[in-house]
């Protein structure tokens, strides 16, 4: 199955033809890398620069901890259509701690996969 042989592929060298190179006009080189970079900042997902994931939520605390007494979740479970109730986990619910469907854009913008803590009866 194995074979000890070794193959030896050849080796091709390419030259650069320096006339081509002299007939490259500087300023489409300009224009070229000017509308790569400019390609390159409108393409990257955005990041926050900081490194936090809480951008907005109640930034006036030292720490953000959300208590829910088993109670309260359970009325609002049983007060839903549904019988579920979501929970944001990404941050950017306008509705928080209630998700509002926000991680579906931050999904796409970071390429981050959070999705909401769902309760259901």
Same mark, same amino acid.
């Given at each position: 199955?194995?074979?000890? /042989?070794?193959? $030896? +592929?050849? #080796?091709?060298?390419?030259?650069?033809?320096? @006339?081509?190179?002299?007939?490259? %006009?500087?300023?489409?080189?300009?224009?070229?890398?000017?509308?790569?970079?400019?390609?390159?900042?409108?393409?990257?997902?955005?990041?926050?620069?900081?490194?936090?994931?809480?951008?907005?939520?109640?930034?006036? /605390?030292?720490? $953000? +901890?959300? #208590?829910?007494?088993?109670?309260?979740?359970? @009325?609002?479970?049983?007060?839903? %259509?549904?019988?579920?109730?979501?929970?944001?986990?990404?941050?950017?619910?306008?509705?928080?701690?209630?998700?509002?469907?926000?991680?579906?854009?931050?999904?796409?913008?970071?390429?981050?996969?959070?999705?909401?803590?769902?309760?259901?009866?």
């Amino acid at each position: 199955f194995f074979s000890s /042989e070794v193959v $030896v +592929a050849p #080796i091709r060298t390419i030259s650069l033809d320096m @006339d081509l190179l002299s007939d490259l %006009d500087p300023i489409s080189i300009a224009i070229g890398v000017g509308i790569g970079a400019i390609l390159a900042l409108v393409l990257m997902p955005s990041k926050s620069s900081s490194g936090q994931v809480n951008l907005d939520v109640q930034k006036n /605390e030292a720490k $953000v +901890a959300t #208590i829910c007494p088993l109670r309260d979740i359970e @009325d609002t479970v049983n007060k839903s %259509d549904k019988g579920v109730v979501a929970y944001c986990r990404c941050w950017r619910s306008k509705t928080f701690p209630l998700c509002d469907g926000s991680h579906v854009k931050h999904n796409k913008a970071t390429g981050d996969n959070t999705g909401p803590l769902v309760i259901k009866k």
